[in-house]
């Protein structure tokens, strides 16, 4: 499977954006699909999650009624939805493939098979 996120960019402080992340050369209907980020000096860090027929979702608590995650298996792509952004969500943003269609242990990076090369986000205050 081939990742490639996009959507990434600078907004102010309470803005929106919409992370993709379409997949190549496999379907993408029997992984979970999860985003992570990385700020600067820091490690990388779960900000969600959704099973492989995205019934099931988990978020990280700080992300958790301002971000959503979706998936269209048809259109092999999953997104993030990030609204009432604040400074801190500051990172680059990766999305990820487990070939675990569920979200069992889905917050740690080394359940993941395959990764995108990442989209800045910069959010300004």
């Known amino acids: 499977v081939q990742l490639q996120a996009s959507g990434g960019g600078w907004v102010q402080a309470g803005g929106l954006l919409r992370l993709s992340c379409a997949a190549s050369?496999?379907?993408?209907?029997?992984?979970?699909m999860g985003w992570f980020r990385q700020a600067p000096g820091k490690e990388r860090e779960f900000v969600a999650a959704?099973?492989?027929?995205?019934?099931?979702?988990v978020y990280t608590a700080s992300v958790t009624g301002r971000f959503s995650i979706s998936r269209d298996n048809a259109k092999n792509t999953v997104w993030l939805q990030m609204n009432s952004l604040k400074p801190e969500d500051t990172a680059l943003y990766y999305c990820?493939?487990?070939?675990?269609?569920?979200?069992?242990?889905?917050?740690?990076?080394?359940?993941?098979?395959?990764w995108g090369q990442g989209t800045q986000v910069t959010v300004s205050s």
């Open positions: 959704i099973s492989s027929r995205g019934g099931s979702t």
């Open positions: 050369r496999r379907t993408l209907s029997n992984y979970a």
């Open positions: 990820a493939a487990s070939i675990l269609a569920t979200l069992v242990n889905s917050e740690n990076p080394g359940q993941y098979d395959y």
